[in-house]
């Protein structure tokens, strides 16, 4: 059995030419792109593969707490894609840095003091949005983060080398149990909440919605389902992962499907509502993206996050077709990318442009990410050895 994965010449290549156009992107931008413009792009693409990646320490604890069995026989690719948390969380503390302490008031309106001691509005959210709070509410978020993606990782790798008795058996639920409640608490107080109002929704200081931090969640979290599986798939083509079945696929492909409609509940519910309301504090927001030129973009979210899942992947064969669910991952992680585009940019660069830079700069992450999680595989077999669930896994129909 294949379970010590070898990185193929051909993938570290293509991480490393990512990550070249990447740095190269970055370089020219810093130089010659608009100020604005520039971390505005660093902002967006930092901020949603972030949380991409930490997509799959979310599912690692959402499966275990929730006593599933059928992911472990692909457990350890969440836990590589997992492991890029840390590296990127390192770069969103610099750009948010950049961004709070820098004054880059074209993306935060809110640094520029003399803007706030005018406006009524920003300074009675003062306490909410400063230098201070932003920062150390930002570090002790990605420290966490961080903190437990490594524990439970670490925590996995070390349980391939106990026995099999049951009550080893017991230790390992019991202790992922605890440590995955823990985690499920911060992201919770981060991702369900804070998180998104600390560095997306303060975009357009001026506007707020309830919803804004589960509507933020699901577009990352079915991201991070689909990363999951076009590794699963990679893996699988190469010949690593016997137990993952057409079984497993089609249920990757069902949460795809699900969240798809989520999201999409989540998209209408949050514009319907104040679209009723008709609240000046609330449209603001909407204006440029409904009735501006943004319209497009904010409606090809739909028909790309939407309606194309909800048409490919509603028949149960399309769930369990590799180059289907392939490209339907592709297209939902370009969707949501292109969602939280438009998140970012109407507040702060305002003009509709082709994101020539932002795509750049998307690309090295993209390498940067493959080539984190590449290496991860290489550290670990491919099968947990001893967990107690496995069985569950192999033998998983549905």
Not at 307 to 323: A, E, G, H, Q
Not at 344 to 362: D, K
Request: charged letters at 10%; glycine letters at 6%; a positive charge.
């Amino acid at each position: 059995m294949k379970d010590q994965f070898v990185v193929p010449a051909r993938l570290r290549t293509t991480s490393f030419v990512l990550m070249a156009i990447g740095l190269l992107t970055f370089v020219i931008g810093l130089f010659a792109a608009d100020t604005t413009l520039f971390w505005a792009g660093l902002l967006q693409n930092s901020a949603f593969f972030t949380l991409v990646v930490l997509a799959s320490t979310f599912f690692i604890a959402a499966t275990t707490l929730a006593q599933g069995g059928w992911q472990m026989s692909f457990r350890r690719v969440m836990e590589a894609i997992s492991m890029a948390v840390p590296v990127l969380a390192i770069i969103m503390v610099i750009v948010i840095g950049f961004l709070v302490i820098g004054h880059k008031t074209g993306v935060y309106a809110w640094t520029d003091a003399n803007m706030v001691a005018h406006d009524e509005v920003l300074k009675s959210k003062s306490a909410f949005l400063s230098t201070g709070f932003v920062m150390t509410a930002t570090v002790i978020i990605l420290g966490l983060w961080s903190f437990f993606t490594i524990r439970l990782r670490k925590m996995s790798i070390q349980e391939d080398g106990w026995d099999l008795k049951p009550e080893t058996g017991k230790r390992i639920l019991w202790r992922g149990t605890v440590w995955c409640g823990g985690f499920m608490v911060v992201y919770v107080l981060s991702v369900g909440s804070t998180t998104p109002w600390i560095w997306l929704m303060n975009i357009d200081p001026h506007w707020f919605s309830t919803m804004y931090s589960w509507y933020t969640f699901v577009s990352s979290f079915v991201s991070g389902i689909a990363l999951i599986t076009l590794f699963v798939v990679y893996l699988k083509k190469q010949g690593y992962l016997p137990f993952v079945t057409q079984e497993h696929l089609h249920d990757l492909g069902k949460f795809l499907f699900a969240f798809s409609i989520f999201w999409t509940y989540l998209w209408f519910s949050q514009y319907m509502l104040i679209w009723y309301a008709n609240i000046p504090d609330e449209t603001v927001y909407f204006v440029p993206r409904v009735r501006g030129e943004w319209r497009p973009i904010f409606f090809l979210n739909l028909l790309i996050n939407f309606v194309t899942p909800f048409l490919i992947l509603m028949k149960r064969d399309s769930k369990r077709n590799y180059t289907t669910v392939v490209f339907m991952c592709i297209v939902i992680i370009t969707g949501h990318w292109i969602d939280f585009w438009q998140m970012v940019m109407p507040g702060s660069v305002h003009h509709l442009h082709f994101p020539i830079f932002e795509l750049g700069i998307g690309a090295g992450f993209i390498g940067l990410i493959i080539y984190l999680v590449s290496t991860n595989l290489t550290k670990a077999p491919l099968t947990v050895k001893n967990h107690p669930y496995l069985k569950e896994s192999i033998l998983h129909h549905t």
